[in-house]
């Protein structure tokens, strides 16, 4: 039997949920021993979350419909974090530089981007008008949780933390289900570089097929490969590869393409900019979350961490590997950065365990 007062009410939030837009997000780091433990269970009231957008306002009556349940009490504790002037100031300078329609672009849409625009300027081939003929998959999300793939995420409990988030995202395809309780269970967008797509491409084709597929469906949403040189970029045909047995083995997910690698130049120009610093090489992490910032609201960060050691205890490089940190060089000082964020309540960084009495469910 259907309860139709609980389906309409669930489906009035997914029309709110979905109708929802706004142009927000912050990004920042802490320190371990400064991050406060977000943990605060007050609900928090419509003036707490008072973005001056006035699409805020409308949410605030909507999500006292769902009645507490510990997800939402978890995720008003988080929103409660941000100063959304302070959020808004980064994306002013993030979406000069980035923006999902360029730099998030569906697999579908490869072939007449090449025979449509110029790659490079993203402009149309036949006038110098922006490209118009290709679509992003990416909507813009209230709260997004980026992955760092940090060894400090063992043992963290911060897996419900991160799945009450209405967007993960998550780097080159790592094993979430054996680690769900630290690391979450959802994905929603996995960005891919040149060396792990090359790796995804190759297990397909041999006998580590199943245990590629099998990745490739923990890790639903989207597949982004950033690092796509087009034309004739020999990625193309690894990405091409993963989109087709995606689609034969009805994996719940598409691919998508950066019209040029975010790995570049313009890099420096944005930190710059944003940070007042230079940043040698900005981390695949920095610019993941620079574009991020173009479409998240709040962006907490998990998994960042840069040291061997952590309140005396060694962190291994990765959460799933067991391999140990060598010389890292310029981690410390985007870590740095992301805790300066932190404070000014730009982004949410998470450093340490996540308070495990909320998400009891996992
Ligand atoms: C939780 O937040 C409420 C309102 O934002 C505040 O009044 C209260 O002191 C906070 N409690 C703790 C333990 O921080
Ligand atoms: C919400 O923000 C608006 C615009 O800045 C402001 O005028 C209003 O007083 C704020 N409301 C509350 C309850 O803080
Ligand atoms: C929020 O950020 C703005 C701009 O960075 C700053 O002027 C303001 O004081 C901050 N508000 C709070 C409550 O920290
Ligand atoms: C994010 O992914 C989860 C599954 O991992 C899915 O249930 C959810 O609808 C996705 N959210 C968005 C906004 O796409
Ligand atoms: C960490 O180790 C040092 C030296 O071994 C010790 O002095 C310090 O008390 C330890 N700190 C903690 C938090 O355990
Ligand atoms: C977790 O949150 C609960 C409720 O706010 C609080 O009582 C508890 O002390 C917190 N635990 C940690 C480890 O922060």
Known sequence: MVDWKEFTVVVLCLILMTSYVVWDNKGAFEFPAMIPRV??????????????????????????????????RLMDSIMSHYNMTSVRELQHITRKYFSPKRHIIAMSDLDIFIEKCHTKSFTLRNSKKRCDVTHTPIKRYRTCALIGNGG????????????????VIRNNLPPTLPYAKDVGKRTNLTTINRARLAQVARGLRRKKKKDTLARLG?????????????????????????????????IDAVTAFSH???????????YKELFHKRLRLPSTGMNTFALASTFCDRISLYGFYPLSTYKNKTVPYHYYDGKMYNKVHKMPVEFETFQQLHSKGTIRLVVGKCNVTLGEKL
Do not use: W
């Open 39 to 72: 943990m605060n269970i007050t609900r928090l009231t419509s003036s707490g979350i008072n973005d001056t957008q006035s699409s805020e306002n409308t949410q605030s009556s909507e999500t006292s419909l769902k009645v507490g349940s510990s997800e939402e």
């Open 152 to 167: 400090i995420l063992l043992d963290s409990g911060c897996g419900a933390e991160i799945d009450a988030h209405e967007f």
């Open 218 to 250: 923990e890790s639903p949403g989207m597949i982004f490969s950033y690092s796509l040189s087009l034309p004739g970029s020999p990625s193309k045909k690894k990405l091409e590869a993963i989109d087709k047995a995606i689609k034969e083995n009805n």
């Open 260 to 270: 040029q690698s975010y790995m570049g130049n313009k890099g420096y120009d944005l």
